[in-house]
């Protein structure tokens, strides 16, 4: 059997040429996306850039305390863990190591997405879908006319 060589002027299929611009697009989307909702919340766009404070700032925006920030850092380091065992022992166990954080990073995801939707004057259906697909919401809720609701201080007047 005689295999056909690819000649070097032969097109790349189609996916695996766009795939990784289509990735750019949505990264930049989403990050300005971020900007703007800190921007519309009276923050420095800069701050989304910033791993870690992102999130300690998206929870402030999201009229939460700022320590839910930290339910996020089980999850990075034990993802940081598996990959360094896949690295050292050449074993793909890492989902193991995973699983024990991803219950509550999932769970503030989601609660931070419904608190953000209702922060922004949204309701739970837009809270769902931001959870669910932020690729797409978050940069609607940046650019689109969705105005920042700051929470009411009490007063003792």
């Given at each position: ?13 189609l ?118 697909y ?18 009411k ?5």
């Amino acid at each position: 059997m005689i295999l056909a060589k690819a000649s070097a002027t032969s097109p790349e299929p189609l996916g695996l040429s766009i795939a990784p611009y289509l990735v750019a697009l949505v990264v930049v989307a989403v990050v300005a996306g971020y900007w703007n909702v800190f921007a519309k919340a009276d923050r420095k766009g800069w701050e989304c850039l910033v791993p870690g404070w992102n999130a300690y700032i998206l929870a402030k925006i999201a009229h939460r305390p700022g320590w839910w920030a930290i339910g996020f850092l089980p999850c990075f380091f034990l993802l940081g863990a598996a990959c360094w065992q896949v690295h050292v022992t050449r074993i793909h166990w890492w989902w193991l190591m995973v699983i024990p954080g991803l219950p509550l990073a999932v769970w503030l995801h989601c609660r931070l997405s419904f608190d953000l939707a209702k922060a922004f004057g949204r309701g739970h259906h837009f809270g769902l879908r931001l959870a669910l697909y932020p690729m797409f919401y978050v940069p609607f809720l940046g650019f689109g006319y969705c105005e920042y609701r700051a929470k009411k201080r009490a007063t003792n007047e």
